[in-house]
């Protein structure tokens, strides 16, 4: 197939020029704008957070660009919140803000100021484990582990939201307070990719935490 | 230790903690977080700086220049790498393209350079501000259009690329049923969840890599090739591998340069690839065009069965070996198999879990079926009725054990198989077509050498040494289980450290090899060790019992502790492999059934439920053995409905490059799903009598899915994946 006559080669500001070559227009092309770049600052631009992780407060001055989860796993050093795609398409980086699960890579830490975030490392560690974190090893609710961290955090929320009678897609009755059954977990459950594939068995591990026959 | 004759009786029948549903011992670590991955090692090395990859925006062609003056000038920045100031790379044996282009590129998104910066901010910012000038070069991207050109392609691991057997074109021409049918599979992305990440640090000219790779050994060897150092120079560590599936058997662009960022900015240097990075940068399943023909008598018995494959690669990659299977699964005295093997230039094509039996089944899986169909049989008796119990090719050649016939009938009975009615598109569930559908699973047993370090410490702790990995397959579990029973010791009782190049070769972790492999290497050690401490104990190790956490021979009795009080005890030993795999065919067999519904409306496909039945030798582990299955089934559902990586055709690259655009299955795709392991042992594969279930859980899910869509619809979809705009035209009127 011919290759068209325009095509954008990439971001970078590129364009095709013909059939087999291409020409190279920099987007930051003019001798102005070049000696402004050199000029520009060593420092990014900062600013002052505070928040408690994990029951602990914190107090960070960070590059206004760092998302909350390079907040936890560079500057805190909780690795255990995990960075599968920083895109939000993926769940790993789940933690629990302020009572409710979000994807901490889509949110700058900047924004957390004064919030109360729990990560994996604040729900139970090796020795004192949450039930939840129990029920995925009984379970075996896990292969590679990676996206562990995220699956446990929401598993947590995702019961709690049940309980505070918010409703999902595939709540059939909304004047109904929806209960915990699999295909109200499963639905609530995937915004956490499993690549690994064990989704049969972290079911049946929050089934098993949340007490009931489902 | 050398295996070469069927194991007889030995410790690990005892079976006190191997066989057992044990929960995973590193499963604390991994619910809480505290299991260290590559990019998270905070503890390793201090002053770790920041690497973010540059990827090629052309799939061919030439870099002409890089201005690299923007992005050095940049806040934060310490280096730039590109392939102009890195010293001349090598190419590692296990690589087909450079993992640093320029000024040649071989792929899209192959890395051409990298920003090195203090903080991730700003080498990512940086990133963004190397201009490139490139000459694209025309390259071949279709390969439905490729088929004239493709050539017989050089043998895969001994693998020929044809075989021939009786007389195929005869016995298919004269066959009173006949099936010839085309079926395509599409690229597929591993899409493991933990992207590829290393962090590099020199020590003078010894390089030390904290990675996420499943082969420690290859990976070292190619780590050195590449960099151009000698090997005993380079250490890698990958004690927690975020999921591989064949994406991490080889040392990707992240290890690389990271070392070449860490050398270039005087300190060690992290670089995690970003995920849009990934599926263009690294390797991919390869799509494959399959021909299958068969024919048979009028009362089901195969008489001819012809199998012909064509995929795609960069020049001097290999073939997607999808015929493999087809070799050996069914009986029929007349056969041809043939793969052929285009030149494209999309990114590299490499092993993904189940390489060649994954797609490969997908299409002679539904070829089964509808030749089933065609002659009025069940679909699990005409497989049932087609059974051989030797090489088809080679029949003085027995299977070791093959028991796909009890999978079949032991899961069709679970299952409510019989309650079938034959015809599709009848059953009907409110707006739901519902339908059933079965395949079979087979795929090969592999021994790989395997070595490992045991050792007794004064506490009577055994500490397990081997560079084996543990990609989710529960190697650290099993490891420990086989250490534990071999000395007669609790669980709690043994520590295994896995992952370090400094430790001994292990078989490492694809092919579906790693758990018996590794096993036995560890069995190898233990029973050194074993010797060792009776030895030490001045006495005859003949007939000494390890139980308890002692040594027992006639009358007398030493704890272990008491054994190593002098200094601890240390053994190591490799577990090598004679002829049993040449004179029996060691495969591991399964039957799936998938029961699935399609919206008679919108042709919505739901998966409601799935069984697989599995014969795979002593399942060491069946807790975690049983995960790795669904696991399985889990990436076969996503290939039977989903997963397609969208070639752009004009440009040379996949469209669909992250996990937003590359579909996989999700929580609300996949039922509860069961698992059977047939009792079964092979005393031919090692003394731990075992074979993988890793690949073997992928293999035929994707075709008993389309099989069950095909008998809730009665629409055959032959391209995967089977999607709703391939039925939609073809729906029954809804009323
Ligand atoms: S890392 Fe946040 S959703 Fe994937
Ligand atoms: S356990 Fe590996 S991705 Fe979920």
Redesign the pocket.
Known sequence: MAIPEEFPISRRGLLAGGAVSVAAVSAAGSPDARAAVEKAPSRPPTARVAFHVNNTAHELELDTRTTLLDALREHLRLTGTKKGCDHGQCGACTVIVDGRRINSCLSLAVMHDGDKITTIEGLGLPGNLHPMQQAFVEHDG???????PG?ICSAVAVLEEIKAGIPSHVTADLSDPPSVTRPELRERMSGN??????YSNIVDAIVDVAGVKA | MKFDTPATNNPIDQLKVVGKPTNRIDGPLKTTGTAPYAYERHDVVPNQAYGYVVGSAIAKGKIDSIDLKEAKAAPGVLAVVTAASAEMLGKGDFNTAKLLGGPEIQHYHQAIALVVAESFEQARAAAALVRVQYTRAKGNFDLATSLDGAVKPPAVFGTEPDSRFGDFDAAFASAPVKLDARYTTPDHSHA??EPHASIASWDGDRLTLWTSNQMIAWSAGDVAKTLGIAKDKVRLVSPYI??GFGGKLFVRSDAILAALGAKAAGRPVKVALPRPLMINNTTHRPATIQRIRLGATTDGKLTAIGHESWSGDLKGGGPETAVGQTRLLYAAPNRMTAMRLAVLDLPEGNAMRAPGEAPGLMALEIAIDEMAEKLGMDPVAFRVLNDTQVDPEKPERPFSQRRLNECLSIGAEKFGWKDRNPKPGLARDGRWLVGTGVAAAFRNNINEKSAARVRLDRNGLVIVETDMTDI?TGSYTIIAQTAAEMLGVPLTQVEVRLGDSLFPVSAGSGGQWGANSSTAGVYAACAQLRTAIVEKLGLDPADAVFEKGRVRLGGKSVALAKAAGGGEIVAEDLMEYGDLAQRFQQSTFGAHFVEAAVDAATGEIRIRRMLAVCAAGRILNPKAARSQVIGAMTMGAGAALMEELAVDKRFGFFVNHDLAGYEVPVHADIPSQEVIFLDEVDPTTSPMKAKGVGELGICGVAAAVANAVYHATGIRVRNYPVTLDKLLDKLPDVA
């Open positions: 896990y292969q590679c582990g990676y996206c562990t699956q990719i499993c690549r690994c594939g064990a | 493991m969840m975020g999921g989710g």
